[in-house]
């Protein structure tokens, strides 16, 4: 089979659209979908409605390709340590989470949950010791009249430690 110049418009194409959909060339995780909320811990302006958690929190470790920083997040009995709770969307959604985890100390779980209590929630456990992309294996329905909180927990009953960055809530469907 031979290639004639006009063919290779139809082969970059699929490369193309693969790069102008990524917010940067490094930043496909491969969770598609659009965008929610998103944010690399960078400074205090990133913990801005987030509760939990405070400058303090903000380390000089980073995820591969990440900026400068990334969140601590450590906590006693109560949880969730940190979380941060959206309005309702007013149109009904799926959506799931992802982000680098850094598991310091037994590691930690990040999630999401509808509404004011766990019952309706999808997560996924960080253990690595190193820094790993990981996301949720299912996602979550978001009714339109709902709030959605994104959540970490990282300790508890015994002490634990984790390091969180690059955290992206996305639609689905």
């Given at each position: 089979m031979s290639l004639r110049h006009s063919d290779f418009g139809f082969l970059l194409l699929p490369l193309?659209?693969?790069v102008v959909s990524c917010e940067g060339p490094l930043?496909?995780?491969g969770s598609?979908?659009?965008t929610v909320y998103r944010t690399s811990f960078e400074s205090e302006q990133?913990?801005?409605?987030w509760q939990g958690i405070t400058v303090d929190?903000?380390?000089d470790d980073h995820a591969p390709h990440g900026d400068k920083r990334?969140?601590?997040v450590s906590g006693g009995c109560l949880v969730p340590h940190a979380s941060l709770t959206f309005s309702p969307p007013g149109k009904g959604r799926v959506v799931s989470v992802e982000c680098y985890c850094k598991n310091l100390l037994y590691g930690g779980s990040v999630g999401l949950y509808i509404g004011a209590v766990f019952s309706q929630s999808v997560s996924f456990t960080a253990t690595d010791t190193t820094w790993t992309h990981y996301t949720c294996?299912?996602?979550i329905r978001w009714p339109a009249d709902s709030t959605l909180t994104v959540y970490m927990i990282s300790g508890g009953y015994t002490g634990s430690a984790m390091l969180v960055d690059r955290l992206k809530v996305f639609a689905a469907d």
């Open positions: 193309l659209l693969l930043d496909c995780d598609g979908g659009v990133d913990l801005v409605g929190d903000l380390r990334s969140l601590f294996e299912s996602a």
